[in-house]
């Protein structure tokens, strides 16, 4: 397997799209909001990148959730294996690719899983415990890295449970080890800014608060839309009246940007943990990112 992360706003799918087209692969996504149909504009669905040169480019992992409903890590993995091995039956390179860390090292790192269900008399345990208590006991379990888990009472007590099962009860899935060639792409940081920010405008002015307007009226719930990501956090905060257009881009854009130094913090910990990441610069032009990744494959 090959794959290629960034942070948001690198072109990560471009350069995937192009690999797959010169080395005879498909696409397996590694992003947690680009499961859900519906959610095009606000997750970044570059659809137009999928087409090399007049080809359609196989992608997977992709609009296969509905809006509204949960995904999470160990769906991922059992959907991610079947796609993998029938990418490889088929003589394709898989080529893996996205920005969402905890995805990302499921498949690199293999990760041995539990599928929590709702656990009532667990979840009545915690009831009365205040939510700097729950923050603490959470704490005390794991080091927190999606710190969206703290900013919902249901949302905490859900990590709360997940976290109990894995430590106290249940076996995991089991996960093959899947070798892997990996590539990054990095930005001088002023130059991602801006790359945020001028793609966060294209998305406004081609339509994503229109896109969270027609997931409301076909019965996402506002509440819901919020833990969807940061695009549809804020956009929900517009579209309910309660931030003007102009907070909902300064908002926004600061805190994508911030979203974008987390995950270079992820990456960075992932080379830490073992895991070789050969960077590109993402001013190289396609063809010399091409040929870069054409010498260090397997190295």
Request: charge should be positive; aromatic fraction near 10%; hydrophobic fraction near 35%.
């Amino acid at each position: 397997m090959l794959t290629i992360l960034g942070p948001t706003a690198s072109g990560k799918t471009a350069l995937a799209a192009r690999v797959a087209y010169e080395l005879n692969g498909e696409v397996i996504s590694a992003d947690s909001r680009q499961v859900y149909r519906g959610m095009d504009i606000g997750t970044g669905k570059d659809y137009d990148d999928y087409v090399i040169e007049g080809k359609p480019i196989p992608y997977h992992m992709v609009d296969i959730a509905e809006p509204g409903s949960e995904y999470n890590i160990f769906r991922y993995q059992q959907d991610f294996l079947p796609v993998y091995h029938d990418i490889i039956a088929r003589g394709k390179l898989p080529i893996l690719c996205g920005g969402s860390g905890m995805y990302l090292d499921a498949v690199l790192k293999g990760y041995r899983l539990t599928e929590v269900r709702d656990d009532l008399l667990f979840r009545k345990s915690l009831e009365d415990k205040t939510e700097q208590e729950l923050t603490g006991l959470l704490k005390s379990w794991k080091t927190l890295h999606n710190k969206t888990d703290l900013e919902d009472r249901t949302r905490l007590i859900r990590a709360i449970e997940i976290e109990h099962k894995a430590r106290f009860g249940g076996h995991g899935q089991s996960f093959p080890a899947i070798p892997s060639s990996v590539f990054g792409i990095g930005f001088p940081r002023g130059l991602l800014k801006k790359r945020i920010t001028d793609r966060l405008r294209d998305r406004l002015v081609g339509g994503m608060t229109e896109e969270i307007e027609r997931l409301i009226i076909h019965g996402v719930s506002p509440d819901k839309l919020m833990h969807y990501g940061l695009e549809y956090k804020f956009g929900t905060l517009f579209i309910t009246g309660q931030i003007t257009g102009e907070e909902l881009f300064n908002s926004l854009n600061k805190a994508i940007h911030q979203f974008s130094k987390r995950q270079m913090t992820w990456f960075r910990r992932m080379e830490r943990q073992g895991i070789k990441i050969q960077w590109i610069d993402g001013r190289w032009p396609m063809k010399e990112k091409m040929v870069f990744i054409k010498n260090h494959i397997n190295q």
